[in-house]
Protein backbone atom coordinates (compact mmCIF):
# COMPACT_ATOMS: atom_id res chain seq x y z
CA UNK A 1 0.00 0.00 0.00
CA UNK A 2 1.37 3.21 -0.89
CA UNK A 3 2.53 5.94 1.86
CA UNK A 4 1.65 9.56 1.15
CA UNK A 5 3.49 12.01 3.41
CA UNK A 6 1.72 15.35 3.98
CA UNK A 7 3.96 18.40 5.03
CA UNK A 8 1.68 21.42 6.54
CA UNK A 9 2.86 25.09 6.04
CA UNK A 10 5.23 24.88 9.64
CA UNK A 11 6.72 21.39 8.78
CA UNK A 12 4.60 19.01 10.63
CA UNK A 13 4.08 16.17 8.52
CA UNK A 14 1.32 13.18 8.83
CA UNK A 15 2.29 9.93 6.55
CA UNK A 16 -1.03 8.06 5.59
CA UNK A 17 -1.26 4.36 4.07
CA UNK A 18 -3.37 5.26 0.51
CA UNK A 19 -5.13 2.58 -1.19
CA UNK A 20 -4.81 2.31 -5.06
CA UNK A 21 -6.95 4.63 -7.27
CA UNK A 22 -8.03 6.73 -4.05
CA UNK A 23 -7.01 10.44 -4.91
CA UNK A 24 -4.30 12.25 -2.54
CA UNK A 25 -7.51 14.47 -1.28
CA UNK A 26 -9.79 11.39 -0.28
CA UNK A 27 -6.89 9.83 1.86
CA UNK A 28 -6.49 13.12 3.06
CA UNK A 29 -9.94 13.79 4.41
CA UNK A 30 -10.07 10.40 5.67
CA UNK A 31 -7.00 10.58 7.42
CA UNK A 32 -8.25 14.07 8.91
CA UNK A 33 -5.02 16.17 7.50
CA UNK A 34 -4.87 19.20 8.65
CA UNK A 35 -5.12 22.08 5.48
CA UNK A 36 -7.41 20.17 3.37
CA UNK A 37 -10.59 21.18 3.26
CA UNK A 38 -12.06 19.83 -0.15
CA UNK A 39 -15.42 21.93 0.16
CA UNK A 40 -16.49 19.95 -3.48
CA UNK A 41 -15.84 16.79 -2.14
CA UNK A 42 -13.27 16.33 -5.08
CA UNK A 43 -15.00 17.26 -8.13
CA UNK A 44 -12.97 20.15 -9.13
CA UNK A 45 -14.96 22.84 -8.83
CA UNK A 46 -12.94 24.56 -6.24
CA UNK A 47 -9.46 25.07 -5.07
CA UNK A 48 -9.70 24.20 -1.33
CA UNK A 49 -7.48 21.41 -1.78
CA UNK A 50 -4.41 22.88 -3.05
CA UNK A 51 -1.13 21.12 -2.73
CA UNK A 52 2.68 21.66 -3.66
CA UNK A 53 3.75 18.29 -5.14
CA UNK A 54 7.16 17.82 -3.83
CA UNK A 55 9.88 18.31 -6.69
CA UNK A 56 11.50 14.73 -6.54
CA UNK A 57 7.33 13.53 -7.05
CA UNK A 58 6.22 16.01 -9.79
CA UNK A 59 6.62 13.88 -12.92
CA UNK A 60 5.12 10.56 -11.20
CA UNK A 61 2.06 12.50 -9.78
CA UNK A 62 1.67 14.28 -13.41
CA UNK A 63 0.79 17.47 -15.23
CA UNK A 64 -2.60 19.29 -14.49
CA UNK A 65 -4.95 18.71 -17.46
CA UNK A 66 -6.96 22.17 -18.47
CA UNK A 67 -9.88 21.52 -16.18
CA UNK A 68 -8.13 21.48 -12.88
CA UNK A 69 -5.18 24.26 -14.18
CA UNK A 70 -8.82 27.06 -14.44
CA UNK A 71 -9.33 26.09 -11.16
CA UNK A 72 -5.99 26.65 -9.69
CA UNK A 73 -6.32 30.24 -10.76
CA UNK A 74 -8.63 30.51 -7.51
CA UNK A 75 -5.67 29.14 -5.55
CA UNK A 76 -3.64 30.72 -2.71
CA UNK A 77 -0.15 31.06 -3.56
CA UNK A 78 0.30 28.66 -6.95
CA UNK A 79 3.62 27.66 -7.64
CA UNK A 80 4.92 25.25 -10.77
CA UNK A 81 4.65 22.17 -8.97
CA UNK A 82 0.58 22.92 -7.36
CA UNK A 83 -1.77 20.63 -8.15
CA UNK A 84 -5.52 19.95 -6.78
CA UNK A 85 -5.18 17.19 -4.90
CA UNK A 86 -8.48 15.29 -5.84
CA UNK A 87 -7.22 14.97 -9.41
CA UNK A 88 -4.32 12.87 -8.22
CA UNK A 89 -4.92 9.47 -8.87
CA UNK A 90 -2.97 7.33 -6.32
CA UNK A 91 -0.88 4.35 -7.83
CA UNK A 92 1.87 1.72 -6.37
CA UNK A 93 4.75 3.86 -8.05
CA UNK A 94 3.31 7.09 -5.74
CA UNK A 95 4.79 4.61 -2.75
CA UNK A 96 6.59 7.57 -0.74
CA UNK A 97 4.67 10.44 -2.57
CA UNK A 98 5.22 13.86 -0.32
CA UNK A 99 2.92 16.68 -0.65
CA UNK A 100 3.33 20.30 1.16
CA UNK A 101 0.27 21.95 1.96
CA UNK A 102 0.01 25.92 1.35
CA UNK A 103 -0.71 28.37 3.87
CA UNK A 104 -4.08 28.74 3.58
CA UNK A 105 -6.68 27.18 1.10
CA UNK A 106 -8.40 29.58 -1.13
Known amino acids: MPKITYVTFDGNQTEVDASEGTTVMENAIKNMVQGIEAECGGACA ?8 DDAWAEKTGTAEPMEEDMLDFAYDVKPTSRLSCQIKVTSEMDGLVVHIPERQA
Do not use: E, S
Open 46 to 53: CATCHVYV
